[in-house]
């Protein structure tokens, strides 16, 4: 639970940021048009702390809650006197109404605008800036002993260079390729990299325990901590990235299938004694691990060798940025379409802020595992995805939401850029306070219990 509410602090502090993007490019929008702005607010609710600008039109504020911000254009006090008189009378020239429906609108669509300029900037970062990933080069482990013996099997620690002629980057490839020929009856020629010669040879598949036909490899990793989940039962043991596991249950670990091994037998309530190196000391523990439907599960990842690439050019990089903003808007708009084909893909389709912030903060963790330029650029590639979610959100005719107002806009451009009755705008507003405090309500509720595993109605 503490882990989750970590993550969500760090999905939070994204997703504020986000949002208040977004009511930046109102307030850029209002100052281009010549319109005031009432309020501009860190944070919601009550202000804690609060100044006046220079020009004394517009109040800085930071709210008691800390969840992003809004924009408070001036318009509300000429709305409030228009509707008691039941007409239009005189507009201030600060006054969102005093302008033509077409620059309303544009005040309207910035948000969305800059939180597509956001997440072009975002994925920029992301294309163009150098990292490292975990190279998932194709060495394998041989699981069965026997096969080891074998001159017609693969070995542990064999580096696959070539399948069948096919150049293999990866161990996905090779597993990928090594699965469509498990019922060739006559192998598949590898050319693999063994004891430090590369070798050529038939491999032939043979039946497994389970009654399949296999080649009975696995992906090799080094014995070596490459990430520990905080909090979890293995932290508490002191167990740390970077530390070299030597032994579990008394069996000695020299690649992370032997650990598998050791502890498969283990049933709920048995404890597991491992023994593993920092700074030349061996240290000694024993716990009981976590089990889920009867498995035990390990809240630690064995280290994978890093490979450093180089960032794409500053084009490309441009080119890939506004392609990849483009599609996040367009996957968005297939997501939300699906929801009216079938009303199940409601829950998969819309994640609130407490399901979207945990997100971030994981994937910013799994990020960590690898390097801090990983994370830096896992969070940029999943906030560029929030950022251009909320642009075409808020562009739907929907009640507090921008694009009704770009409706009422169009739709008075239509009928000669005259304002609508004020007791119209009075309707749309009450609707729009109405329709968000019950969505508010319907997401943060069924997210926050989806989040945390909690009781309650949905």
Wanted: hydrophobic share 45%; with cysteine; charged share 20%.
């Amino acid at each position: 639970m503490l882990q989750k509410i970590i993550f969500s602090i760090t999905g939070y502090l994204v997703i504020d940021t986000i949002i208040l993007v977004h009511e930046a490019g109102h307030f850029l929008a209002a100052m281009i048009t010549g319109t005031d702005v009432d309020i501009i607010s860190f944070g919601i609710g009550k202000a804690i702390w609060s100044k006046m600008s220079r020009n004394g039109i517009t109040e800085i504020r930071i709210g008691l809650l800390p969840l992003g911000g809004y924009c408070r254009i001036s318009g509300e006090r000429e709305l409030k006197k228009s509707i008691r008189r039941n007409a239009w009378g005189r507009i201030n020239p600060g006054s969102i109404y005093y302008l033509s429906p077409a620059k309303r609108i544009f005040i309207y669509l910035s948000g969305s605008a800059l939180n597509f300029i956001f997440s072009c900037m975002l994925l920029f970062a992301f294309f163009a800036s150098p990292y490292l990933e975990n190279d998932q080069q194709a060495k394998v482990i041989q699981t069965d002993a026997l096969r080891e013996q074998s001159e017609s099997s693969f070995h542990s620690e064999d580096l696959i260079l070539f399948l069948n002629g096919t150049k293999i980057d990866n161990f996905f490839d090779a597993y990928s390729l090594l699965s469509k020929n498990s019922r060739n009856s006559h192998g598949i020629e590898a050319t693999i990299l063994r004891n430090g010669e590369i070798i050529t040879k038939k491999i032939i598949p043979t039946l497994s325990e389970s009654g399949e036909m296999s080649f009975g490899i696995t992906k090799y990793e080094e014995p070596i901590i490459g990430r520990v989940e905080n909090f979890s039962a293995e932290y508490d043991i002191g167990l740390r990235k970077g530390d070299e596991m030597l032994e579990a249950n008394g069996f000695e670990i020299s690649n992370s299938y032997d650990f598998i091994k050791a502890a498969e037998n283990l049933t709920e309530g048995d404890r597991l004694a491992i023994t593993f190196e920092r700074d030349g000391n061996a240290y000694k523990c024993e716990y009981a691990p976590h089990f889920d439907n009867g498995k035990p599960v390990f809240n630690f990842a064995f280290r994978n060798a890093k490979k450093r690439h180089a960032g794409s050019g500053l084009l490309k990089s441009a080119g890939l940025a506004f392609k990849g903003a483009l599609d996040f808007v367009i996957s968005t708009a297939k997501g939300i379409a699906s929801v009216f084909t079938n009303i199940s893909n409601l829950k998969y389709t819309f994640s609130g802020p407490a399901r979207a912030s945990l997100a971030v903060g994981q994937i910013a963790d799994v990020g960590f595992s690898v390097s801090l330029s990983s994370a830096g650029r896992a969070i940029f590639y999943i906030a560029a995805m929030i950022s251009a979610s909320i642009c075409f959100i808020n562009l739907l005719p929907l009640p507090a939401l921008d694009g009704s107002g770009i409706v009422v806009g169009l739709f008075e451009i239509c009928f000669g850029n005259k304002l609508l009755n004020p007791l119209t705008y009075k309707r749309i507003n009450t609707t729009s306070q109405i329709f968000t405090i019950l969505l508010l309500a319907i997401i943060w509720v069924s997210d926050t219990i989806m989040t945390y595993n909690l009781k309650g109605p949905f």
